[in-house]
């Protein structure tokens, strides 16, 4: 099940038509979904969330209604099940440009805004944010300008540090496709970070501004190889990390200062009824 967790969203309620077209694409491409991306400021990371889901019907994905009104389900795409309810998932993700050690960014569970996005990235622009950010910053993705000379050396220790918290890092590929400059510090950059990393808690997405900088899932893991990633590693970028971001994101959300989560036995999906130790019926009974 193969994910894109960074698809930028038009800001200021510009035009959908790209967006749109990028979504269909990524669908006959094979993807299970996509996070929608919003990228602000530090200090706008308060302000509310204004990505809303596309209609799937309108974009040719056949669906029903019962598969739109749970199409941004984070729950059925870290399940057991092999493949989401829902023919397209769509997520939302905030990207907050941290360039302040000074500045309060609110990453924590006590902001309400924040609680209404999947997924929360940072990015910072200084080794000592970029420290911030593997060690204390409340997130899910650490998300570095590839597509530029890094402003800092990555360091094996901090970049340790994130990977123990849970933390993955991401390499978007479009700007390769947009400048052969960018190529060029593209190519350095994750290279230096897959070998820190050993290719352990490296995330895949696109960054497409347009639906024409998409690539297939195979495309991107040929593209991986010149990163030294191998295509195994590749492959659980673009699949298993994805999931395991989204599941870091739920326990973030859900869990605070806390070691147990508990729900309803009744609110199980009926694949996963099997873990409460009891019979179908009975847990349909009890809710």
């Known amino acids: 099940m193969f994910l894109d967790l960074n698809v930028p969203y038009p800001s200021h309620g510009g035009d959908m038509s790209e967006l749109k077209k990028t979504v269909r694409l990524l669908h006959q491409f094979g993807y299970a979904g996509a996070a929608y991306t919003v990228t602000v400021s530090g ?18 994905i056949p669906t029903t209604q019962a598969a739109e009104r749970c199409a941004s389900s984070v729950s059925a795409l870290v399940s057991a099940s092999p493949a989401p309810p829902a ?16 500045a309060n960014y609110q990453l924590n569970s006590n902001n309400a805004h924040l609680l209404t996005y999947d997924l929360i ?6 080794e000592k944010l970029f420290q911030a950010a593997c060690s204390v910053l ?4 650490i998300s570095l300008d590839m597509s530029a000379r890094l ?7 901090t970049v340790n540090l994130a990977l123990q918290r849970g933390l993955v890092f991401e390499i978007s590929y479009s700007a390769a496709i947009r400048d052969p400059t960018a190529r060029k510090n593209l190519v350095s950059n994750a290279a230096a970070l897959v070998r820190i990393t050993r290719g352990k808690g ?13 690539r297939g899932v195979y495309d991107v893991i040929n593209l991986a190889s010149i990163f030294s990633l191998p295509q195994d590693r590749a492959k659980h970028a673009l699949d298993a990390t994805c999931r395991a971001v989204l599941l870091h994101a739920a ?3 859900q869990i605070h200062r806390g070691v147990v989560a508990m729900e309803p036995a009744g609110t199980l999906a009926q694949h996963d009824k099997w873990k409460a130790g009891v019979a179908a019926a009975d847990i349909a009974g009890s809710s």
């Open 87 to 102: 023919p397209f998932q769509q997520l939302t993700r905030l990207t907050v440009v941290v360039d302040d050690i000074a």
């Open 151 to 157: 402003p800092f050396f990555l360091k094996a220790p």
């Open 43 to 60: 200090k706008d990371a308060n302000k509310p969330n204004p990505i809303k889901p596309l209609k799937l019907s309108e974009l040719g």
């Open 202 to 214: 490296v995330l895949l997405t696109s960054d497409a501004r347009k639906a024409m900088e998409v």
């Open 138 to 141: 409340e997130c899910d993705i």
């Open 121 to 126: 990235a940072v990015q910072p622009t200084s």
């Open 251 to 253: 326990t973030r959300k």
